[in-house]
DNA sequence: TTAGGGTTAG
């Protein structure tokens, strides 16, 4: 509800203008310009503007926000331009209600330097004027410019900083642009100057919480948001938040208890008991969205085919591929077929992978090619390992660990001009390797452990402790991986660096600070190599522990010395 | 009849 002063601020103009209203003619063109605004008849309006600026009238704001919008609907910058001097026409300054309007049509053209010249220019801002800016900015790319101006205007109105709408829209810009840590800093900022969540910003949280693998501080949300008990967008972010941290119980609690379900909810628990490796209770749970009546789209069938992949039942996935079309009217898309190309090569059918490849209604990209790199290095097929690294690199140019994969698969066969020509391609290319890092949260703290770097403050004492763990491995059998070829797939494997991969040293900080019975949750950048595959599987045994680790594509739960992978990745 | 934000699956 506006207040009354609010009420009447919006009215004055108004107001003014029907007192200059002194001949019939200046009525009957404000009538006209009017008309034509409401019609969106931006020719007409435009041309009645120009001869009412000539008589030194102006309109109401209602009418020149009308106006505004009508330009924007017409995606008419060239107007929303002439519109713009006509409200600055012989140094008038527009009124803050107009000047706000004018932003947020050069936003929405995505002229953030004209809307940031119209808030610069405006003697007084309140706070929807900082609002349209900090929004804009925090969903562009200059998203350092939303936080200057949160802070500008921290001082500018330190006691209130805004309100709900502000940090809600400058936490869920940056939430949406994988700007995870810088959100969740945001949501404690706005939690200290008093402002109460809503679900929307809620979501963004739990979302940034998703992105980091945060289950302790998702887990703390959660309890902050039993209010929204069956809010469904908040339900289905966080069943989705449990399923990435790993955590399928809480997932199952919080899918079970929901009373209403849609699309998305049934597909964020088919894809989370897939990629967690739980593939029949995926396939079953998709029997049961049928019968619920609730009807899949193309993502449901990625999920479902992703589970079919996992678990390498070849015969489902067949059916559920070959019937989606007829059965759901869904067409099969990149995605499906990388599912089917990834359950064919791993299932040993490379030949019928790669005629299914061939055989694709849309054009195979990088991750179609990575996906038959990734079923060659499980059947150690180099040759075709070779063909699919090289269509890679050309898709994808910047894709740093496939060269070293076909690099590794040069050096294997003592090709070392093609060697020294990869390493020059990169060189040209200025490709280099993202380090390998892997994450683990304690206490609601996050660590970060990055290949060769020494940062951690108690990097000594992990390693030592790592060490320690290594030989008590080998002493039970462990023989560190020393065949490269086609056993990493990301390419961060060096010798040296072997015994140091980042989730080794997340592994043994996990094993110094977690508690006996504390599953021990990773989450890496790059995919698992295969020496720290046996090797987490040998530790989840000794250490009787579980250990789960997130890479960028699935989860591997690790316990009592098997992996739910089946140790196909 | 006039202004700002944000939400989930791949």
């Given at each position: 509800m506006k207040s009354l002063t609010t009420k009447l601020k919006l009215l004055r103009p108004v107001l003014t203008s029907l007192c200059s209203y002194s001949s019939t003619d200046q009525t009957l063109l404000l009538n006209e310009f009017t008309r034509f605004c409401y019609q969106r008849d931006l020719p007409k309006a435009l041309r009645v503007m120009d001869t009412?600026?000539?008589?030194?009238?102006?309109?109401?704001?209602?009418?020149?926000?009308?106006?505004?919008?009508?330009?924007?609907?017409?995606?008419?910058?060239?107007?929303g331009n002439l519109v713009r001097r006509h409200l600055y026409f012989n140094g008038h300054q527009p009124m803050l209600f107009l000047a706000n309007v004018l932003i947020n049509m050069y936003v929405k053209f995505n002229l953030l330097t004209d809307a940031h010249n119209v808030f610069d220019e405006m003697p007084l801002r309140n706070v929807v004027s900082w609002t349209t800016m900090i929004s804009a900015y925090s969903k562009s790319k200059q998203q350092q410019k939303a936080l200057e101006l949160l802070d500008a205007l921290s001082v500018f109105d330190e006691m209130v900083t805004g309100d709900a709408i502000v940090w809600n829209s400058i936490i869920g810009g940056f939430a949406q642009n994988s700007k995870s840590d810088e959100a969740l800093k945001l949501f404690k900022r706005m939690k200290r100057g008093g402002f109460t969540a809503e679900q929307a910003t809620l979501t963004s949280v739990l979302r940034a919480c998703t992105g980091l693998t945060l289950l302790e501080l998702g887990m703390q949300a959660h309890v902050h948001?039993?209010?929204?008990?069956?809010?469904?967008?908040?339900?289905?972010?966080?069943?989705?938040?449990?399923?990435?941290?790993?955590?399928?119980?809480?997932?199952?609690?919080?899918?079970?208890?929901?009373?209403?379900?849609?699309?998305i909810t049934w597909s964020t628990m088919i894809s989370?008991?897939?990629?967690?490796?739980?593939?029949?209770?995926?396939?079953?749970?998709?029997?049961?969205?049928?019968?619920?009546?609730?009807?899949?789209?193309?993502?449901?069938?990625?999920?479902?085919?992703?589970?079919?992949?996992?678990?390498?039942?070849?015969?489902?996935?067949?059916?559920?591929?070959?019937?989606?079309?007829?059965?759901?009217?869904?067409?099969?898309?990149?995605?499906h077929y990388g599912c089917m190309i990834d359950l064919l090569g791993k299932a040993g059918k490379l030949d019928d992978a790669v005629k299914l490849l061939n055989e694709m209604e849309c054009?195979?990209?990088?991750?179609?090619?990575?996906?038959?790199?990734?079923?060659?290095?499980?059947?150690?097929?180099?040759?075709?390992?070779?063909?699919?690294?090289?269509?890679?690199?050309?898709?994808?140019?910047?894709?740093?660990?496939?060269?070293?994969?076909?690099?590794?698969?040069?050096?294997?066969s003592q090709k070392w001009d093609s060697v020294e020509e990869i390493r020059t391609q990169m060189r040209d290319r200025g490709v280099k390797k993202e380090p390998g890092c892997s994450w683990i949260e304690v206490n609601k703290k996050i660590h970060a452990f990055i290949i060769g770097d020494e940062s951690h403050p108690l990097i000594v004492e992990v390693k030592e402790k790592l060490k320690q763990l290594i030989d008590r491995m080998i002493g039970i059998g462990y023989v560190p991986e020393t065949n490269f070829v086609l056993q990493d797939l990301e390419g961060e494997q060096m010798e040296d660096s072997l015994r140091h991969h980042s989730e080794k040293l997340a592994l043994a900080?996990?094993?110094?600070?977690?508690?006996?019975?504390?599953?021990?949750?990773?989450?890496?950048?790059l995919r698992i190599c295969g020496d720290c595959h046996v090797f987490f599987k040998l530790a989840s045994k000794l250490e009787k522990r579980s250990v789960v680790i997130r890479d960028p594509i699935r989860y591997h739960h690790f316990e009592d010395g098997k992996c739910s992978c089946g140790d196909y990745w």
């Open positions: 009412l600026q000539s008589h030194g009238l102006w309109a109401d704001s209602a009418t020149y926000s009308e106006l505004i919008k009508c330009c924007m609907s017409h995606r008419a910058v060239h107007e948001i039993v209010k929204y008990d069956q809010d469904l967008i908040l339900n289905n972010a966080l069943v989705d938040m449990y399923c990435k941290c790993g955590s399928l119980d809480d997932a199952r609690r919080v899918f079970n208890g929901m009373k209403e379900r849609d699309v989370g008991l897939a990629q967690n490796g739980y593939s029949q209770e995926a396939l079953k749970l998709f029997e049961s969205m049928k019968a619920s009546g609730t009807k899949p789209n193309y993502i449901t069938i990625v999920g479902v085919l992703f589970a079919c992949s996992h678990a390498g039942l070849l015969e489902d996935g067949w059916y559920y591929f070959r019937s989606m079309k007829k059965l759901y009217g869904i067409d099969p898309v990149r995605e054009e195979p990209d990088a991750v179609t090619w990575r996906t038959l790199l990734g079923a060659c290095r499980v059947q150690g097929n180099m040759v075709l390992a070779e063909y699919a690294a090289k269509k890679v690199i050309e898709l994808d140019p910047d894709d740093a660990g496939t060269y070293t994969v076909l690099s590794n698969i040069y050096a294997n900080f996990g094993l110094m600070t977690l508690p006996l019975g504390k599953v021990i949750r990773i989450r890496k950048n």
